[in-house]
């Protein structure tokens, strides 16, 4: 199994991003995917989850109404665009799947002045 994040950037507050997550070695289509986050000094955090066929959506209230997680059957991929970010939005951005519990190698996301 193989996840690989990219799309990580420092950005201004208030801008936006989008990450990607390549998945590999697994059946994609058939898993419930997330994007998870860690701050420094806190704990990782579920961010998303989109369910296996895209048409169910869960996020944290922290990114309620600024971030969207979509996925691509087809790319085996996983996005999350992120808008109006904000400072506390800093953080090592992971994807994850519950195929064998596994986590990509994350992307740094930092939104600073």
């Known amino acids: 199994v193989q996840l690989v994040e990219s799309g990580g950037a420092l950005v201004q507050p208030g801008e936006s991003l989008s990450l990607s997550c390549a998945a590999s070695?697994?059946?994609?289509?058939?898993?419930?995917m997330s994007w998870y986050r860690q701050a420094p000094g806190k704990e990782r955090e579920r961010v998303a989850t989109?369910?296996?066929?895209?048409?169910?959506?869960m996020y944290a209230d922290s990114v309620k109404g600024r971030f969207t997680i979509s996925r691509d059957n087809a790319k085996n991929a996983v996005y999350l665009q992120m808008n109006s970010l904000k400072p506390e939005d800093t953080a090592v951005y992971y994807c994850?799947?519950?195929?064998?519990?596994?986590w990509g190698q994350g992307t740094q996301e930092s939104a600073s002045p």
């Open positions: 989109i369910s296996s066929a895209g048409r169910s959506r």
């Open positions: 070695g697994f059946l994609f289509s058939n898993y419930v």
């Open positions: 994850f799947t519950p195929y064998a519990d596994s």
